[in-house]
């Protein structure tokens, strides 16, 4: 099949490389702009970016696709499918209607739970037991479109929105290779998504990300590792008389009781009810370290800011 690819970040490029591994031709790549990044803010090209570049597929970075123009350059493709992996553009209708077999997503959750842009994170600080990868075919709505194939993934207690990325975007690679077979075999059916369970992942903002021990273990423990490794929960201690931000990056549930925010011994810090021990830590400005390497250094028991 003639396929275009629409994806921008390291999650999209495994399935980048399955339907290219599968035989099909790949007419175009489209991905976000580059963009400044590091100390020297140079313009970075996204990972697929790269990895289109690097097996000799035109790639294309528009701002917006609600255009004309932008429209008429995608119809000139002629593409038999378009498959989109975390894109992070909304396709009008006319991009959706293009393609002679419309348009593929990937999306990381078992939906209708998780519709919406941090289905990884959402998940897991939510507390889900399990998650998933599926191939819907997308339609106006916000991940709303019918359903052809999926794939459950267990959430174990300590695993961490990286983890689950890195699972979720392997299994997504394969998962989506399958599809493509069975649509060039017509024989991929879809079945339409109930509205009932729905759930909306809403964009991580930055304001969330400070932990509030006043809250019980267990919603703390989730909060952790749902935003592991990034942005990275984080809280603040006094160190040599000044506060110092630390992210949490890893961390267990753990027996104590105190003050909600009071360090116990092993960096376990008491919560609403119960404890989390802190695994992994990251001062700012400093390498991730583990706990134990953390309170060698620290001296004296430290202190967390309120």
């Known amino acids: 099949m003639r396929i275009v690819f629409m994806g921008t970040p390291d999650f999209s490029v495994p399935t980048l490389l399955e339907i290219i591994a599968s035989g099909h031709e790949v007419v175009a790549a489209y991905t976000r702009a580059p963009k400044p990044a590091g100390r020297g803010q140079a313009e970075r090209k996204s990972p697929v970016h790269q990895a289109a570049e690097a097996a000799g597929i035109p790639v294309l970075t528009p701002r917006s696709l609600k255009g004309g123009d932008e429209q008429a350059v995608f119809a000139v493709h002629a593409a038999d499918l378009a498959v989109v992996v975390a894109y992070g553009l909304l396709l009008p209708k006319p991009i959706l209607d293009a393609p002679r077999l419309g348009c593929l997503n990937l999306h990381g959750s078992l939906l209708p739970r998780w519709r919406g842009a941090a289905p990884i994170q ?118 040599a008389g000044k506060p110092v931000r630390v ?60």
């Open 247 to 306: 992210k949490a990056l890893r961390s267990t549930l753990a027996n104590g009781s105190a003050a909600p925010g009071t360090i116990l011994p092993d960096l376990t810090i008491a919560c609403a009810t119960g404890a989390v021990r802190l695994v992994q830590i990251q001062r700012e400005g400093k390498s991730a370290m583990d706990a134990p390497t953390f309170l060698r250094g620290a001296g004296a028991l430290p202190k967390i800011v309120s």
């Open 122 to 239: 959402r998940a897991i600080m939510a507390g889900d037991a399990q998650t998933g990868v599926m191939v819907m075919r997308m339609d106006e709505g916000l991940d709303t479109g019918a359903v052809a194939l999926g794939e459950v993934i267990p959430i174990t207690p300590d695993m961490t929105a990286g983890e689950l990325h890195d699972a979720m975007m392997r299994i997504g690679a394969d998962l989506m290779g399958r599809a493509l077979a069975a649509l060039d075999r017509g024989s991929l059916d879809f079945t339409p998504q109930p509205e009932t369970g729905a759930t909306y992942a809403r964009k991580l903002e930055k304001t969330e990300a400070r932990i509030d021990w006043n809250q019980p273990a267990i919603a703390v423990h989730n909060h952790i590792r749902g935003l592991s490794p990034f942005p990275g929960a984080w809280f603040e201690l006094e160190l």
